[in-house]
């Protein structure tokens, strides 16, 4: 029992061991990435229950939180459809032997525990995900602003003095053009691969 206690009050409970790429296909969690999709492994990070896998396109978790025996539970969580937001990095104080990094992906919480002697490497992926959670907020406003441009000259449109044959040539072609631009914005601004954030800050 004191142990256990010890061992909580340290942060010794489940410290996480950041994976070396040579040792990627080792993992659980390899066996899940889209190799086929040209999906690639950037940062991983096993516990003794969970394995924690960053690629370009999502998070893989494989939860063994909550698993009876040695079962395992794969979560998945595309960039593209659970926004990253709330990173915190978290130094050990004098007496832990692990660092933390935090984050919000879409409404779930993570809580990751590192031995400290790792913290730069994690400083790493902790810069990574700051930088997707900035530009899925800009992209965002960015998707809103082209939404409300187009309804404003719809508006416009609508509260023209035309004759309405005109109005209705015009309005199919607003329509499609508006279609077609924000199909253009669309795949400008919801950005499903980041890969090119991660070759810029990992570096293990």
């Known amino acids: 029992m004191f142990k256990k206690i010890a061992s909580d009050a340290l ?12 040792d990627y296909d080792k993992t ?46 794969l979560k998945r969580y595309p960039y593209s459809q659970h926004k990253i937001s709330n990173v915190f990095l978290e130094t050990a104080g004098k007496i832990d032997m692990d660092v933390e990094i935090k984050f919000m992906l879409g409404n779930v919480a993570f809580d990751i525990d590192v031995h400290k002697e790792q913290i730069e490497q994690l400083k790493d992926l902790y810069k990574a995900l700051l930088r997707i959670a900035e530009m899925t907020h800009d992209n965002q406003i960015y998707m809103k602003m082209a939404s409300q441009s187009l309804d404003k000259a719809v508006t416009v449109l609508q509260n023209a003095r035309t004759d309405d044959n005109k109005l209705a040539v015009t309005y199919r072609e607003l329509t499609d053009f508006g279609f077609t631009w924000l199909t253009s914005v669309h795949d400008q601004y919801h950005v499903k691969d980041f890969g090119e954030v991660f070759e810029k800050y990992i570096n293990n």
Not at 11 to 22: C, E, N
Not at 34 to 41: N, Q, S, T, Y
Not at 49 to 58: G, I, Q, R, S, V
């Open 11 to 22: 942060g010794l409970s489940d410290i996480g061991k950041i994976i070396s790429p040579a």
């Open 28 to 73: 659980d969690a390899d066996d899940y990435v889209m190799h086929e999709d040209g999906e690639k492994i950037y940062f991983l990070i096993k516990t003794k229950a969970d394995e924690y896998c960053f690629t370009n396109l999502a998070i893989i978790h494989v939860d063994g939180a909550n698993a009876v025996s040695s079962k395992r539970v």
